[in-house]
């Protein structure tokens, strides 16, 4: 559907450009554009490796282990299904590491993982067990403690306090996952 989108809005905007005779400023548009793209994606790729770096050893680490069991608690509510020696609890506890820590790039492929573990171990291939659901909750609202994606998009567009998101940033993820959590166990006790 954005295959369509995209592209009808791009002729819509040069058809409009050239009624009005503003063909010169879309076309500077779109150099400037560009370039502000280039510099975000190197941005972001420092940002990603060193994050990702920092979870790879940490996964090699104790470190891990620890983190997961500050989590314990939390994941006996959260997760009643998993026992905490399943392979699909060691990579649920590394995502919400890195979704705490603000790193939703380098938590989507552990989240991956984790959903086809949980997959694997679903007796009802076609339809989400309640912990898979609950874990969509979880990554829907990823709770930020240092949104860093958020603060590197700040920084290289030049704003000039990037981490004043910070305050914002918590409330909105605590609310939302607290509101999500608490939905899908009311739904999954109906259901």
């Not at 086809?116 to 990554?139: G, P, R, V």
């Not at 240092?146 to 030049?158: D, E, F, K, Q």
Request: charged residues 15%; proline residues 4%; hydrophobic residues 50%.
């Amino acid at each position: 559907m954005l295959n369509i989108i995209w592209p009808v809005f791009i002729i819509i905007s040069y058809i409009y450009a050239i009624c009005v005779g503003n063909v010169e400023n879309i076309n500077n548009s779109i150099f400037e554009s560009c370039k502000s793209a280039v510099d975000l994606s190197i941005t972001f790729l420092g940002t990603m490796c060193l994050w990702t770096g920092i979870m790879h050893i940490a996964k090699k680490t104790t470190l891990m282990s620890k983190l997961a069991n500050i989590l314990k608690p939390i994941m006996k509510i959260l997760f009643p299904d998993i026992s905490k020696e399943d392979e699909a609890y060691k990579e649920i506890s590394m995502n919400m590491v890195a979704n705490i820590l603000g790193l939703g790039n380098a938590a989507t492929p552990l989240g991956l993982k984790a959903m086809k573990t949980m997959q694997k171990q679903n007796s009802k291939k076609d339809t989400l067990s309640n912990s898979m659901a609950m874990f969509i909750i979880i990554n829907t609202a990823s709770i930020q403690i240092i949104p860093t994606t958020v603060i590197a998009i700040r920084n290289s567009l030049g704003s000039s306090n990037p981490t004043s998101i910070i305050l914002p940033v918590w409330i909105a993820t605590i609310g939302s996952a607290i509101v999500g959590i608490v939905t899908a166990k009311i739904l999954m006790k109906r259901y």
